[in-house]
């Protein structure tokens, strides 16, 4: 059963409901549950397969994943603050491939450098670009945050911590 389109999001209903916010045959976006409660400013939202994948481990997860979470986070998100995330398998409560859409928090940015990021043209190689990084940090747990750098640049910020918390406003409390 697939979210509901029209359930509404009263503070009393909200964790008891789905929002969509995109759908189509691959991709769903749904309002994180961590919204309920929250100012209207607030965004959290979720992008995931409508396919069983694990997480960044598993070797079927798709890149046009992040192109999609990226169309439906522009639609809530300003630009220069968007993070895509996904956590570590370590540090994830569930066992299916979710990208978190949320802002960076302020001192972002300033902290990437120490993570040894890459930058990258396109969104369609992530994947492969954060799996390449986590190996040469050799790392087997990993988490990946995608910003955007420039305008047609991406930063890819690879940690074998939680780049949701170390890097997002991902909760409003």
């Known amino acids: 059963m697939l979210?509901?389109?029209d359930a509404n999001c009263g503070v009393?209903?909200?964790k008891k409901t789905n929002e969509v916010w995109a759908l189509n045959t691959q991709y769903a976006a749904i309002r994180d549950i961590k919204m309920c409660g929250c100012p209207a400013e607030?965004?959290?939202?979720l992008a995931m397969p409508r396919e069983v994948i694990?997480?960044?481990e598993d070797l079927n997860r798709q890149e046009g994943i992040w192109q999609f979470a990226w169309d439906v986070a522009t639609e809530r998100i300003e630009l220069d603050l968007i993070a895509l995330v996904v956590n570590p398998k370590?540090?994830?409560t569930q066992n299916q491939l979710h990208i978190h859409l949320v802002r960076l928090d302020k001192n972002a940015r300033s902290n990437f450098s120490q993570y040894a990021p890459s930058y990258v043209?396109?969104?369609e190689n992530i994947w492969a670009t954060a799996e390449k990084d986590a190996r040469s940090k050799e790392l087997?747990?990993?988490?990946?945050l995608v910003a955007q750098q420039s305008p047609g640049k991406y930063i890819v910020v690879v940690t074998?911590?939680?780049p949701e918390a170390a890097f997002t406003q991902w909760s409003c409390n």
């Open 54 to 56: 694990t997480g960044v």
């Open 140 to 144: 087997i747990d990993y988490g990946v």
């Open 90 to 92: 370590s540090q994830r």
């Open 42 to 45: 607030f965004v959290h939202g």
């Open 121 to 123: 043209n396109s969104l």
């Open 3 to 5: 979210p509901r389109r």
């Open 12 to 14: 009393s209903e909200c």
């Open 160 to 162: 074998p911590n939680s």
